[in-house]
């Protein structure tokens, strides 16, 4: 168990819909990451929130926003849903931005299908 | 910009073999390297990291991956694989610890008996 709690852990919904993945980092940790795990693009990293603030910007597109909340839980909302966006959703977080060691907790992520 | 080349996407092998996963990368800078692991229907897990010093690095589960900087490679190793070991491999780069990681596309590890 790394810590990280991620919900809800299986979504279905039709195109054209919105939905929110919900995330809550390890105790402490301070940053948070979310990443799109698809067949054909693999792990793809799309934002980084460090302490509330937006820190790093991946390849989201616009039809997704991010926000992390003073209780440092962050929510990954994806908006006008396409078949394409089915894809396993990850959350990880890490201690300091200026972490020694680098290393990232994983959830075990929100799989959403799209119909 | 960094990126990520794991060359072989299926490798199979039979239980007891040894097994290497090749990871090459691409920075400008110096970075930090890692190998995590993904088994079915769960999150991943770090097996090992290379941040700085020896070369040689030793994780869990009896892997271990050498840093090799002139031909910009950080290949995974086993001397000998279990059924258990059936999973994602996953290499990854950055160039600065509290930055999000770029990962390779992964190697599924296959182990028969």
């Known amino acids: 168990d790394s810590g990280v709690t991620q919900t809800p852990k299986h979504l279905i919904t039709a195109t054209g819909q919105r939905v929110t993945l919900r995330c809550s980092p390890r105790?402490?940790?301070?940053?948070v990451y979310w990443y799109q795990q698809s067949l054909d693009q693999g792990l793809q990293f799309l934002i980084q929130?460090?302490?509330?603030?937006?820190?790093a910007k991946g390849n989201i597109l616009e039809r997704f926003s991010a926000q992390q909340f003073p209780d440092l839980h962050s929510e990954l909302n994806l908006s006008s849903l396409e078949l394409g966006d089915s894809a396993l959703y990850f959350c990880?977080?890490?201690?300091?931005?200026?972490?020694?060691?680098?290393?990232?907790?994983f959830g075990e992520g929100s799989r959403l299908t799209v119909l | 910009a960094q990126s990520v080349t794991q060359l072989d996407s299926q490798v199979p092998v039979f239980e007891e073999a040894p097994v290497e996963l090749r990871c090459n990368y691409s920075?400008?800078?110096?970075?930090?390297l890692f190998w995590y692991v993904q088994y079915p229907n769960q999150g991943l897990q770090l097996l090992l990291k290379y941040l700085s010093g020896s070369t040689l690095v030793k994780g869990i589960n009896g892997f271990e991956a050498e840093f090799n900087k002139s031909q910009t490679s950080f290949h995974l190793r086993k001397p000998s694989v279990h059924i258990s070991d059936t999973a994602e491999y996953f290499c990854a780069v950055s160039e600065q610890a509290g930055t999000a990681l770029i990962f390779g596309k992964g190697t599924t590890l296959s182990v028969s008996s």
């Open positions: 920075s400008s800078v110096s970075v930090y």
């Open positions: 105790s402490g940790d301070l940053s």
């Open positions: 990880a977080s890490s201690p300091l931005s200026g972490s020694r060691t680098g290393e990232l907790f």
């Open positions: 929130y460090y302490n509330g603030e937006e820190r």
